[in-house]
């Protein structure tokens, strides 16, 4: 069979012909530029026709809103020949996190449920890449904000290290773990070291505070157990205890420091010393319904990563009985970004999960 390689305009177009089929529905997007969009695929198309070496020529994408397009993050993107077809959906403005995103056409739904919330505050973005309008959609994560929606929609969400004391730091959503490779090398400017030899891991299903629905800390465990079966990796038995990190967030956001915090921090140093890897499921309640969470905090698992600053990937476990997927969280040391991607390229060759076989049927 011959291969030919697309152009950025085709590609681009076929992007924005599955947006119009799925998206008066999904409502993932706040804003579409399709005539920029499609300029934009020609000036691609041109440089490459000059010879331009572009890392991700005319591979289109969707822009957080609250990012907006000139980004540092979508600068870079654009830089290396991504199109960006429009802005996806985010909740209201707030300073607390919130699970849902919403347009001026309603609320963001779930690819896998459409009675469910695909998560948030990237909502759009994990409802865009889920559903196959997009490979990779931009986001940021100051509470589990990338993770919580890779979790509920089935995709990769990374939060990469936090270098400073600030909370949110950017990232994306994206299919595979090969996209997410690709993603994190854009954005550093340079090849992530992934490590070599066996990988030690600690597992907890609460981090020694949080109240978790039996079936999400199950199908986590379960994917972490396909990794030690496959030997990726080998469980270690230091037992895994912070403090729920509620009060520290909240303190955080108000530019406040608080015990919690430093209490936190030397637990999870300690847990590195011995183990290179934590996992744990990434939410502890699967997608909630449009009339909101209730008592439940989505963020529970989440938000202790972005306070201590350690990198936290979400990657597919697998599908609860209710049809919606669950997250499995890996958190590794500072810096050890290039770890967690090799992690769960390893889930995707043992689970199946990062194939076409675990799809969303979108309406």
Do not use: Y
């Amino acid at each position: 069979m011959t291969r030919r390689e697309a152009s950025a305009v085709e590609v681009v177009g076929a992007a924005l012909d599955r947006l119009t089929e799925v998206d008066g529905c999904l409502r993932a997007f706040q804003e579409v530029w399709p005539e920029r969009a499609i300029e934009s695929a020609r000036e691609v198309d041109r440089a490459v026709a000059r010879g331009d070496r572009l890392r991700m020529a005319g591979v289109p994408i969707g822009v957080k809103a609250w990012q907006r397009g000139e980004a540092p993050q979508t600068r870079r993107l654009r830089h290396e020949g991504c199109v960006v077809l429009g802005l996806t959906s985010v909740p209201l403005p707030t300073r607390d996190w919130q699970t849902w995103g919403i347009t001026d056409r309603g609320l963001t739904l779930n690819p896998w449920r459409l009675d469910r919330t695909p998560g948030g505050s990237s909502a759009g973005s994990g409802a865009a890449v889920a559903s196959g309008i997009v490979p990779l959609a931009t986001g940021s994560d100051g509470a589990g904000s990338l993770r919580i929606p890779a979790a509920w929609c089935g995709a990769i969400g990374l939060k990469p290290t936090n270098h400073t004391k600030a909370l949110a730091v950017d990232g994306a959503i994206v299919r595979t773990s090969r996209d997410a490779l690709l993603h994190s090398s854009v954005l550093n400017g340079t090849e992530l070291e992934n490590g070599h030899g066996p990988v030690r891991a600690a597992w907890s299903s609460t981090l020694g505070f949080a109240a978790v629905d039996p079936e999400q800390a199950g199908i986590a465990r379960a994917a972490a157990e396909r990794l030690r079966v496959a030997r990726v990796i080998d469980w270690g038995d230091h037992p895994v205890v912070l403090a729920d990190p509620e009060p520290a967030w909240r303190a955080a956001v108000n530019g406040r420091q608080h015990p919690v915090r430093q209490t936190n921090d030397d637990a999870l140093a300690e847990v590195f010393r011995f183990a290179d890897l934590l996992c744990t499921p990434t939410t502890p309640i699967a997608p909630h319904g449009h009339e909101g969470p209730g008592d439940a905090f989505a963020v529970a698992l989440t938000w202790a990563f972005n306070l201590s600053g350690h990198p936290a990937l979400s990657a597919p476990a697998g599908l609860a009985a209710d049809g919606t997927p669950v997250g499995l969280q890996i958190v590794a040391a500072h810096g050890r970004e290039g770890l967690l991607l090799r992690i769960a390229r390893e889930l995707e060759d043992v689970s199946g999960f990062g194939t076409s076989v675990q799809r969303p049927r979108t309406p």
